[in-house]
């Protein structure tokens, strides 16, 4: 239902609640006094809060002593965090969204027991945190590092206050005011039809090299690694058990089915210790990555069309279990061992831009290189999904949206700290491409101490201890920061738990999270990408629609697979490494999403009439689209050939027609061959990303443009509704919301419009 | 699964308790966190489809938890939910 309506002195319409029952929403008036009153105890706790952060941030950026103790990290980010939520989200919640708590959300007016299902505030909470993180905010910190920890903490911490929480949280508000509709409806609508193609086309695109980069995290991480490749496998196994335990054994315990599956998990990272010992299980589980590639391939396909009952639904629940149970535990285990951190604030790779694990400059390169934990763009198509349908109350929407994405980056914060806290020489012999050290702990050692990194003097039995220690043939160039966040928690966790026997255990177990985590998003994105397929090309063929058509999905699943299976085995191989090449685009992808996401939710505000405070989308998009814009024109134009693709391709094609066998890592005609081929793709990918985002970002612009000069724009909301139900908005009760569920408990049961169950 | 929605901890606050009171308190919160974590992993989905079957009076029996489990990753199936990197 939309109406045009003026501007900024749209009054929402007077919703009649029903006189019977007593008040669904705090009186504004006693909320807002509630708010503005500060009590000695309120003022003292704020006080401390600011000074502590205050302490920690002058610790971490102003003195910079030799070392630095991990808990600082901790108090800044968290101090930080809750002035930000308790300020700056209210800010925009007072300003910019104004929710309405008497209006019912679409978990309420659409109720159906099943998608639609108001959702206690906690559990929700818990739900949107499990589908948005995964490995993304633990890898893409780790590769930061090499800049030193002051760049990439600031930009985890200030990055998600003001953009990638409130990308959430307005996309979340946004999505539920529409009755749970995706960001690719959002977009059409606000930007009609040609910015909304062009984000349904980005939206595929950046989706299949999502998937594609996440499973070369995996290959790197279990390349080479009978230990590895038994216990992930065994995943399979223990996830068709789960599958057929609910199935047909005792439906619906899914506590009780994850249980069993954490502890068979556990006996699998144990197994794996033991069969990586013996000759027959090295010989049958050493894998080239090659190989390991292919396997996910076919497994990535396998995966997507089997029913979801089977594989995915039960991996989805271990995945959860493991999540929370790993994220928690790590968070305590930081807190207990408070490791000393040598590494400088900021490292001469932030300036020269030849970092040897992601090349180029700070700007705009780290804020492309950490993307999940500060913005990612990949929200908002959770926060535009099942979230907003399962949202009880409007304003929960800032706890779950705003506080969900705070949570995300505290977790960026802990890869961060765990990557720090092993030795800069291990950090760079991990990271650094296999062109770079030969793989060998000689050419690592060389390479390394080479780099002229002052206080970095790496010894070859270094290397080889902790390769033993962790129970790996070699720890030399494991890139794709898996193995070195599963290296950090090891070692921060054995301080703990075990002690320096139990390295081996937890370093398979942080691998084991993490593949678990990325072979859930590969099958998830495969599906999902999967439908937007089956849904642009039944605009063609109509027949394609039909999602139950087995022979539409399934080619329409193979077309997927095929297009992130051959940007994998590109990426592995990549004679010039793989990750240091295939991660920007990653960064880049995932931020020209957010991109799209808050180019939407600006046109939203501007057509609510909000032009005061529209700057709050305004400011992370024009961030945003400078940072991705300039990355990518430096990945398509650079004359360097590290960071610039097409220099790149130049570059070995000329070597090519000069008739060389051989040019820089390139050992072969075949592996120069290879770079040409790669680099055209690549550069192709950048082109194609940044033309779709820029054609989004001008239509946002031309349809604010276009509501400034009528004073707003099209209604595109559903008609509010009359909420029958209370529930309070944030994590802790006030005591208004106490007393208005006092009033609620007792109402009689069989009037009462008893909030859900779950 | 009792039918009893775990209500959020409403006790007065401030008053000194007595031991058993204290105790009574821990089990409450102790029982909160267990009902939310389940929550998390969505095992009270069931719960509350038959809490929105009964509340909407909709005509005919509810699924059986077994159909209802079925029913759900059949809808999953046809309506697949992304999970972020």
Sequence with gaps: ?758 | MGRRRTGEATGEVGALMTVPQVLHRACDTARELVWIFKGVMGENAYQAYLDHHERSHADGRPMNEREFWRDRTDRQEANPEGRCC
């Design chain 1, 1 to 758: 239902m939309s109406k045009q309506q003026g501007g900024s002195h749209r009054q929402d319409p007077v919703l009649a609640t029903d006189p019977a029952l007593p008040p669904v929403a705090v009186d504004p008036q006693r909320a807002e006094a509630e708010e503005r009153h500060w009590t000695p105890m309120k003022i003292v706790l704020w006080i401390a809060i600011a000074l502590l952060g205050g302490v920690a941030w002058t610790i971490l950026a102003v003195v910079r002593g030799e070392t630095v103790n991990a808990i600082w990290f901790v108090f800044a980010a968290v101090c930080t965090y809750l002035i930000a939520y308790r300020f700056y989200s209210k800010f925009i919640e007072r300003n910019l969204l104004k929710p309405d708590d008497r209006r019912a959300t679409p978990a309420e007016y659409r109720a159906d027991g099943k998608d639609y299902a108001a959702t206690d505030r906690r559990v929700l909470f818990g739900h949107h945190f499990a589908a948005i993180a995964g490995a993304g905010p633990l890898v893409g910190p780790v590769l930061a590092a090499q800049m030193g920890y002051l760049p990439g903490t600031v930009w985890i911490i200030v990055g998600v206050i003001f953009a990638g929480a409130v990308q959430d949280y307005l996309v979340l508000f946004f999505s539920m005011r529409r009755g749970g509709r995706s960001l690719g409806q959002m977009a059409r609508e606000e930007l009609g039809v040609i910015g909304g193609t062009a984000a349904l086309i980005a939206t595929l695109t950046i989706m299949i090299i999502i998937v594609a980069i996440l499973a070369l995290v995996v290959v790197n991480a279990l390349g080479e690694s009978p230990w590895g490749v038994f216990s992930v496998s065994m995943t399979i196994p223990i996830a068709l058990f789960m599958g057929v335990y609910l199935r047909y054994l005792r439906p619906g315990r899914v506590t009780e089915v994850s249980l069993i599956g954490f502890v068979l998990l556990l006996l699998a990272i144990i197994g794996g210790g033991w069969i990586a010992d013996t000759a027959w299980g090295t010989e049958l589980f050493t894998l080239d990555r090659t190989t390991i590639a292919w396997g996910i391939i076919i497994y990535g396909f396998i995966a997507a069309i089997l029913p979801v009952w089977l594989l995915l639904a039960p991996r989805d629940y271990l995945s959860t279990f493991m999540k929370i149970g790993t994220i928690g535990m790590l968070a305590v285990a930081i807190v207990i061992t408070r490791p000393e951190i040598n590494v400088p604030a900021v490292t001469e790779f932030a300036s020269t831009g030849t970092g040897p694990v992601v090349p180029g400059t700070l700007f705009p390169f780290l804020f492309v290189t950490i993307a999940c934990g500060a913005l990612s763009g990949f929200h908002a198509l959770i926060a535009s999904g099942t979230t907003p349908k399962m949202l009880e109350k409007e304003r929960q929407s800032r706890f779950i949206g705003y506080g969900g994405m705070l949570m995300e980056s505290f977790v960026a914060i802990m890869a961060l700290v765990a990557a720090l806290s092993i030795d800069r020489g291990i950090y760079f012999a991990m990271n650094s491409s296999g062109a770079a050290t030969g793989g060998t702990i000689e050419g690592a050692v060389a390479f390394v101490n080479g780099l002229g990194l002052t206080g970095v003097d790496l010894a070859p039995d270094t290397l080889s201890t902790l390769a033993s220690n962790v129970g790996e043939e070699s720890i030399v160039s494991r890139t794709g920061g898996a193995p070195t966040l599963a290296v950090g928690i090891a070692q921060i966790m054995q301080g703990v738990f075990g002690g320096a026997g139990m390295m081996a255990f937890w370093y398979h177990f942080a691998i084991m999270f993490e593949a678990l985590f990325i072979l859930t998003a590969v099958d998830a994105g495969t599906r999902v990408a999967r439908f937007m397929l089956q849904d642009s090309i039944g605009n063609f063929v109509p027949r394609f629609r039909d999602t139950s058509w087995r022979i539409g999905a399934w080619i329409c699943t193979a077309i997927m697979v095929a297009g992130w299976g051959a940007i994998l085995i590109m990426g592995v191989t990549d004679p010039l490494g793989g990750i240091n090449t295939l991660f920007p685009l990653f960064g880049i992808a995932n931020q020209l999403l957010a991109a799209i996401a808050l180019a939407v939710c600006m046109a939203i505000c501007a057509k609510r009439g909000l032009f005061r405070v529209l700057w709050i989308p305004a400011l992370p998009l024009a961030f945003a689209a400078v940072v991705t814009i300039t990355a990518s024109f430096l990945k398509i134009f650079s004359p360097v050939p590290a960071i610039g693709y097409w220099a790149q391709n130049a570059a070995f094609r000329d070597a090519l027609d000069a008739g060389e066998q051989s040019f820089g890592t390139a050992q072969s005609v075949e592996a120069m061959e290879a770079v040409v081929r790669n680099t055209v793709i690549q550069g192709t990918l950048s082109i194609v990303f940044v033309v779709l985002s820029i054609i989004v970002i001008a239509s946002a612009i031309i349809a604010t443009i276009k509501a400034y000069r009528n004073g707003g724009g099209t209604e595109t909301e559903d008609a509010p509704v009359a909420s029958r139900i209370f529930a309070p908005s944030g994590l802790v009760t006030t005591p208004a919301e106490k007393e208005l569920q006092q009033q609620w408990a007792a109402v009689e049961p069989a009037r009462r419009p008893a909030r859900s169950g779950h």
